[in-house]
C-alpha cells in the first residue's frame, strides 16, 4: 500500500510513473521488510551516481512506501511547492539560529508516520566523514535507523534490519557497515568512505 499525506498533482504523479518506469525496465526488484512503525530514520547510501535516486524511487515505490527527504526552504517556493510536496520534500530552515536535526525530531513528533531518508555522505564523490546528522535525530526522535540499500550487480535493492542507536556512533556504524558489505554501488571506488570517521552535524 502507498503511504501518502496528500493527493499529488498531475505532473508529479507523470514524474513519478516515468521514473518507476525506468527502474521497471531496467530489471531491478525490490526485496526487504518495511518497519511496521512507519517511523524510522532511512540511510541511503552508498551515493555513487544521480541514478541512485530513480532506482531509490523505484523501490521504494515497490515496496509500498513513501519516503520523505529534507530540503532547504527556498526550494518550495512557488512554483514548485506542490511538486516538492508530492515527492516527499520536506522544507527545512537552515538559517543560522535554526537547528536542523531540531526540525526533524519535532516532525517525527507531529507524525504518526515518517520515513526519513538521508544521505549521510552528502555528496556522490568520496568523503572523509559521514555528516552525524541522520544519528543526532534517530537518537533524539527515539527511532530506528533503517539501511536502505541498491545492489548494482543484483539489480535488487530494499530495506535492512531496524538498527536502534545506543549513543555508541562507533559501535552502530559497525552493524551498519555489515549490512553494506555485501553491497554493490554503481561505483565501488567511491563507496562506504568515511562512515566511522565521526564528524560534526
Known amino acids: 500500500m502507498s503511504l501518502k499525506e496528500r493527493q499529488p498533482s498531475w505532473l508529479s504523479r507523470l514524474v513519478r510513473r ?10 531491478w526488484h525490490a526485496h526487504g521488510v518495511v518497519p511496521e512503525s512507519r517511523k524510522f530514520v532511512l540511510i541511503a547510501a552508498p551515493h555513487t551516481s ?3 535516486f530513480v532506482y531509490f524511487l523505484g ?3 515497490d515496496l509500498g512506501i513513501m519516503p520523505h527527504f529534507m530540503g532547504k526552504s527556498s526550494l ?7 511538486f ?3 515527492m516527499g520534500g520536506v522544507p527545512v530552515d537552515r538559517s543560522s539560529n535554526k ?3 531540531q526540525q526533524m525530531i519535532d516532525e517525527f513528533k507531529r507524525r504518526k508516520e515518517f520515513m526519513l531518508t538521508i544521505a549521510p555522505e552528502g555528496t556522490r564523490g568520496n568523503v572523509k566523514a559521514w555528516k552525524t546528522g541522520f544519528y543526532h535525530i534517530a537518537m533524539g526522535a527515539g527511532v530506528p535507523l ?3 540499500m541498491m545492489d548494482y550487480q543484483s539489480k535488487t535493492g530494499g530495506l535492512g534490519p531496524e538498527i ?5 556512533y562507533k559501535a552502530d556504524m559497525k552493524k551498519v557497515a555489515e549490512i553494506y558489505s555485501t553491497v554493490v554501488p554503481k561505483y565501488p571506488a567511491k563507496g562506504m568512505t568515511g562512515i566511522f570517521a565521526k564528524d560534526e552535524t
Open 146 to 148: 533503517v539501511v536502505g
Open 50 to 52: 544521480n541514478w541512485d
Open 164 to 168: 536502534w542507536p545506543t549513543g555508541d
Open 18 to 27: 516515468v521514473l518507476v518506469g525506468i527502474y521497471k525496465r531496467g530489471g
Open 84 to 86: 516538492m510536496l508530492d
Open 99 to 101: 537547528n536542523y536535526v
Open 76 to 82: 518550495f517556493r512557488w512554483p514548485f511547492t506542490n
Open 59 to 61: 523501490l521504494t515505490d
